[in-house]
């Protein structure tokens, strides 16, 4: 990562796009401009709409200008910037729906949402400095994906509230217990319609919604990828009805979070899953027959040992898609820059490489950021609670260790099963000696003369 400007944060970090603190009131922070460093009062900013009181499962941008936030209570449609009014609510089920006029009116509501604006200085600044509506930042999919232990989890979410949210284009699904519930949002008046439901036979641990592209003459198509909890399975539903197209076992192991990673090479779409132990398990995911999918050639790669949430990584044009793994000790996932010679054989998901991200180790929280001045960059809370801007690398880059050799290596092999190096050396005064080092950490192990 390559900082670009920072703030404090005075609690940790809850939901998807925005920072709420353990008492009822909600952070949230804007940029524009391109000084890294520039120091300016923060600027509170109310919008009225926003349920403050509670955590935020979802916030995210609808077609139309609409902002869209899911609690455990309730779905809310706000109103197109800069009003940011409150116009329509979904209860989540057992909750009784108050008007929406009566929600957005409330003087004492509104004075519990609190936003604030954290501004640059332009490097050419003018007679007034350009600040970008904190309203709109929140359009972002994901401002800030905590990693939380069970986020879907009962003792997390009481029975009747809503556990878990995804959304795209105008489609937003919503997890309460073991029921789906897939809500289309109108264009033209933020109205909140209720189109499928659907019965999974236990709680949901991980819910997305995936975008396949069209390609080989099939149609662009959205599926709902669902975690079980118990079953350690991954579901995917057909997004219109709810119906299911592909299951797929875990294992041992919980699934935490899903994405859709492209890989050109081939065509071919992979399939991650991000797990409750820090792996990532990927498919080629390929139609099959009818409305199925077929998940086929599996793989699995451990990152870290904590939760794992995967997330679109931003990249500037032409560069391919990429996945961000987010989990303590963070990853880059994306296709191979080059195409294999043997690629035609090969399964999409021997094409997908993972790389470190160097300085994002410990992280609470990251997130794609778009905003005008900060176009395809990143925003993350370092593990001192730090608010952080700045970017990706556009490609992966060669990055090393070193550690001090007495003698001059003369000759090396690796040992991939072992994850260790032998290396030959030779001593001033012609002596050779072979030494066995730790690949990952460059410590030796061995010595022999």
Not at 72 to 95: I, K
């Amino acid at each position: 990562m390559v900082p670009g400007g920072d703030w404090s944060l005075s609690s940790k970090p809850w939901c998807w796009c925005a920072c709420v603190q353990p008492e009822p009131c909600l952070e949230h922070t804007s940029c524009s401009g391109a000084a890294p460093h520039a120091v300016h009062p923060n600027v509170q900013v109310d919008l009225p709409g926003l349920d403050a009181s509670r955590p935020s499962i979802l916030a995210v941008g609808c077609p139309g200008g609409w902002l869209v936030q899911v609690t455990a209570a309730d779905v809310r449609v706000l109103s197109p910037a800069p009003a940011r009014q409150l116009v329509q609510t979904f209860p989540a089920p057992g909750v009784e729906a108050g008007p929406a006029c009566k929600a957005a009116c409330s003087t004492c509501f509104a004075q519990l949402c609190r936003l604030y604006r954290l501004r640059h200085s332009h490097p050419n600044p003018g007679p007034k400095p350009r600040t970008l509506d904190a309203a709109e930042v929140i359009l972002a999919p994901a401002f800030l994906v905590p990693r939380l232990a069970s986020p879907g989890s009962a003792s997390h979410h009481p029975a009747g509230s809503l556990s878990l949210a995804a959304a795209g284009g105008s489609h937003v699904v919503v997890a309460s217990g073991d029921e789906l519930c897939l809500l289309s949002i109108g264009c033209a008046d933020g109205s909140i319609t209720c189109t499928a439901r659907h019965q999974l036979p236990q709680q949901a641990s991980a819910l997305a919604l995936l975008q396949v592209p069209a390609a080989a003459g099939a149609a662009s198509c959205w599926l709902v990828a669902v975690g079980l909890w118990v079953d350690n399975a991954v579901v995917l539903l057909q997004l219109d009805t709810l119906a299911e197209v592909a299951s797929v076992s875990l294992g041992q192991l919980q699934a935490r979070s899903s994405a859709l990673l492209e890989v050109p090479a081939i065509s071919a779409q992979v399939l991650l899953v991000g797990t409750s132990t820090g792996s990532v398990l990927m498919w080629d995911l390929r139609p099959g027959a009818g409305s199925r999918w077929s998940l086929t050639a599996g793989r699995q790669l451990q990152i870290s040992t904590t939760s794992v949430q995967l997330l679109p990584a931003p990249r500037p044009p032409g560069a391919p898609a990429a996945v961000y793994a987010h989990a303590g000790s963070d990853v880059l996932l994306s296709p191979l820059p080059w195409r294999p010679s043997s690629s035609s054989g090969c399964a999409a998901t021997q094409l997908v490489c993972a790389a470190r991200v160097v300085g994002a180790d410990g992280l609470q929280a990251a997130c794609a950021l778009h905003a005008p001045d900060m176009p395809h960059s990143m925003a993350w809370v370092s593990a001192a609670g730090r608010l952080c801007f700045g970017s990706l690398d556009a490609a992966p880059k060669l990055r090393w260790a070193s550690t001090l050799v007495a003698d001059t290596p003369e000759a090396l092999a690796m040992d991939p099963l072992t994850s260790t190096c032998a290396v030959l050396t030779r001593s001033l005064a012609g002596e050779q000696q072979l030494r066995v080092v730790e690949a990952a950490t460059l410590r030796q192990l061995l010595a022999v003369r």
